[in-house]
């Protein structure tokens, strides 16, 4: 019987091996020459995004019927309306833009060990929406409209990786939402796949380890919004993790390989958190549905933008963009603008020594099924002086006055420049006591990590801000002090 690998074992190499790859700070590459590499790619991959009247945006149309925004051949986005009602919540009913995307692409990184160490393919991609230009993102990033050359344009690189995976070994493959507050049950496959091949980066793609993604995390728009959602799906736990990294005189350090170890119990078992997701679900009444864009009250619309009466929380505008390095060098679109810059925030505490995240099972009416875990606080406080009081999130003031010394992690990170223009939240992890919030109310609840990476196995259960966060906890783990 010793010639058998069990699961149990493999899972446990599995996560040993992800595991010596956020400790390694250097791979092929040294951290210093990959900085020198980006800011070159920045430097020279540049895109000229100017604003244009969504009435003038070639290949977009306005139905006279509707309102509707669509592109001229039924594929990539529509820009609709949304009706939304939520019993019970502050504002209980509202119309809204949203964007309509039903295709399903693929967020892929390739991964090969190389050295003894795991490698991932990531690339440098400007996206037209990228506050600073180009951006680290996965090693593919398209929609099916992209890779299925509806622009007309070059094909994906390393595409096949992803498209068909027999020759290879998948470490993780789900299908996960993006922001339910601007998509209307939008999903892409998250997906990682590792090759014995011989592969050699092409242009604007570089070899990382996952110590290094992990060091880059901690830089304001490095990288982007689809590589954190991918990497936050790593099966980054297992059994004896924390036994197998012994860090000396780094009290939380270790306190975050014992929440990745499976052996260490939660407040919560898996059932018990399952069994109140379920409930939770149940328990909030959510009607959402499509309706023509015109009749999304107290949004007003000319020929150059669509923006709420209040002049919050986002604009719908045109854009024209020029790029060298894209599968088509030129192209319009419409792009939704935030006001404002955001915060995605976890609160984090020690139980017995485990450490352990405070989630908020959070509706919102883009998603497929009701709602999803989300971080602590998630918000743009500048909204709150025009919403009740009622609106403002719990735990926003614990965030917001955080002492220093508590605040573990801190980044500007970018959202997915595709779609979003200019769109950026203050990434946060803030480590309050032990006693704190010991019964944080109906919506909430403190899970390990473990926890998180097991349902983020399956769709819809942990949303996409949580996610980044998810990987900004990862890096907790590998980067001292």
């Known amino acids: 019987m010793s010639g058998i690998r069990t699961a149990s074992t493999t899972g446990h190499r599995r996560a040993v091996r992800i595991a010596e790859s956020a400790q390694a700070a250097e791979g092929v590459i040294t951290l210093a020459r990959f900085h ?16 244009k009247p969504l009435v003038e945006l070639d290949r977009w149309s306005t139905d006279p019927a509707t309102g509707d925004i669509r592109h001229d051949s039924g594929r990539f986005f529509t820009v609709t309306g949304l009706s939304a009602e939520v019993a019970g919540a502050a504002v209980p009913a509202w119309t809204q833009p949203i ?31 990228n506050p600073d230009g180009v951006e680290i993102s996965p090693t593919v990033q398209a929609t099916r409209s992209n890779y299925m050359r509806v622009h007309q344009g070059d094909p994906v690189p390393y595409l096949d990786y992803f498209r068909d995976t027999r020759r290879h070994h998948v470490v993780a493959d789900v299908l996960q939402s993006e922001q339910g507050a601007w998509f209307f049950r939008k999903r892409n496959r998250n997906i990682i796949v590792e090759t014995t091949d011989e592969v050699e980066p092409l242009e ?35 059994v004896g993790l924390s036994s197998s990294y012994p860090f000396h005189n780094q009290e939380f350090r270790q306190s975050v390989l014992r929440s990745y170890s499976e052996e260490f119990a939660g407040l919560h078992d898996i059932g018990d958190i399952l069994s109140w997701i379920t409930e939770t679900r149940s328990r909030h009444e959510v009607l959402a549905h499509r309706v023509p864009l015109r009749e999304a009250e107290l949004w007003h619309r000319n020929d150059e933008t669509i923006e709420h009466e209040s002049g919050l929380f986002f ?34 505490k020690r139980v017995d020594g485990v450490l352990h995240a405070l989630v908020h099972a959070g509706v919102q009416p883009g998603y497929l099924d009701v709602l999803e875990l989300g971080p602590t606080v998630r918000c743009t406080p500048g ?50 006591d032990a006693d704190h919030t010991p019964d944080p109310g109906p919506d909430y609840r403190w899970l390990t990590l473990h926890q998180l990476v097991g349902l983020l196995r399956h769709s819809h259960y942990v949303g996409v801000e949580a996610r980044s966060l998810v990987a900004c906890l990862h890096s907790l783990a590998s980067r001292p002090g």
């Open 99 to 129: 964007l309509l995307q039903p295709e399903i692409g693929i967020l892929g990184i390739l991964a090969k060990e190389i050295d003894g160490v795991l490698h991932f393919l990531m690339q440098a991609k400007n996206e037209p929406g």
């Open 204 to 238: 604007g793609f570089v070899w990382l380890t996952l110590g290094q993604l992990h060091r880059l995390l901690a830089g304001d728009t490095v990288v982007n919004m689809d590589a954190r959602t991918v990497l936050s799906c790593l099966p980054f736990s297992g």
């Open 315 to 348: 604009r719908v505008i045109g854009v024209s963009v020029e790029s060298g390095h894209r599968e088509v060098a030129r192209w319009n679109q419409p792009l939704l603008e935030p006001i404002g810059i955001g915060i995605n925030a976890f609160l984090v």
């Open 36 to 51: 020198d590499w980006f800011a070159d790619r920045r430097r020279g991959d540049v895109s000229r995004v100017e604003r």
């Open 383 to 432: 909204n709150y002086g025009w919403l009740p009081e009622a609106a403002r999130p719990p735990f926003l003031d614990d965030v917001l006055t955080a002492p220093p010394e508590r605040i573990r992690f801190a980044s500007l990170l970018s959202e997915e420049g595709g779609r979003f223009y200019n769109a950026r939240n203050r990434y946060m992890i803030i480590e309050t």
